[in-house]
Structure formats: C-alpha cells, structure tokens
C-alpha cells in the first residue's frame, strides 16, 4: 500500500488549503483512512478520520473548520482546511488502517503546511 500526500504549502492566516491522499495498492473495502499532524518540537496529533463505512470524526479544535471526504472513484482522501491559525503549522500525514481503534498499518510520506504572514 502507497499513499501520496499533496497539497502542502504557505498560507496566510485564515487562509485555507486542500490536502489530498492518494491510496494505491489496497484491496480490502474495509479500512479507515487518517490525517495526523506533527508541529515543530511536538508529538504526533490526530486529526480527523474517515471510514470506508462513511462515518468521520474530527479532533476537537479541528470541528467546523476542516472536513475530511473521500473519493472511492479516484482513491484518493481529502482535508479542507479552512481558518487556518499558525498553530496549524504542520507536516500533516494520512495513515491507513484496518478498522476505527486499530493501528495505522501504512503512512504517507507528509505535507508541509505553514501558516504565517
């Protein structure tokens, strides 16, 4: 399994992004697909999911400002992240796993996303 992260980049403050994640080489319909997050001198933070059975959730200080989609057609997750605050700076990853609860079996490289004026 392979998945690509794109979509990273500088933005202002209140500025909004799309991430995507493109998954290659699964099989099973089961899964759930992850974003995470790293800032500088922090520890790794999830940050939202979503589930081949539909359902997402959001990590608190990321509700109403980002969503997490999917296109089954195209392999491919998404994050649109709007509001943006400097303390998004991040890489932000997308991770893979068998089932909600489980380990991530499978992580991307990472995307870097600065929020800065």
């Known amino acids: 399994v392979q998945l690509v992260e794109s979509g990273g980049g500088l933005v202002q403050p209140g500025g909004s992004l799309r991430l995507s994640c493109a998954a290659s080489g699964f099989t099973s319909s089961s899964f759930v697909m992850h974003w995470a997050r790293q800032a500088p001198g922090k520890g790794l933070e999830w940050v939202s999911g979503?589930?081949?059975?539909?359902?997402?959730f959001y990590a608190d200080s990321m509700k109403g400002r980002f969503t997490i989609s999917g296109d089954n057609a195209k392999n491919t997750m998404y994050l649109q992240m709007n509001s943006l605050k400097p303390e998004d700076t991040a890489v932000y990853y997308c991770?893979?796993?068998?089932?909600?609860?489980?380990?991530?079996?499978?992580w991307g490289q990472g995307t870097q996303v600065t929020v800065s004026s």
């Open positions: 979503i589930g081949s059975d539909g359902r997402t």
């Open positions: 991770a893979m796993g068998s089932s909600w609860g489980s380990a991530y079996d499978y």
